[in-house]
């Protein structure tokens, strides 16, 4: 009998942020949508974009310091704020 052979797979890199700093299509539209929704399902039904789509974008944006969670709510840290502004 054979066994099982694990495989461990390398987190996928969602592009939110643009080598110039400003954000990508997929990262403003994540960032705003979080930021006006406050959790992922929701921000996925506003968006139309898969679950799973808008969660590897939460990963990313809060990697990237432009989000944070706060008592189960996700909104943008102060450099969110400004990347949303520009």
Known sequence: MRGLVLLQEEPVAVACVKPDGTLTELGRQGLE????????????????????????????????????????????TPLGQEKLKL
Do not use: F
């Open 33 to 76: 949508a979080l930021a006006a929704h406050g959790n992922v399902d929701n921000a996925a039904a506003a968006t139309k974009l898969p679950l799973y789509r808008v969660r590897m974008l939460t990963r990313a944006l809060i990697d990237e310091g432009l989000l944070e969670e706060a008592g189960g709510t996700l909104r943008p």
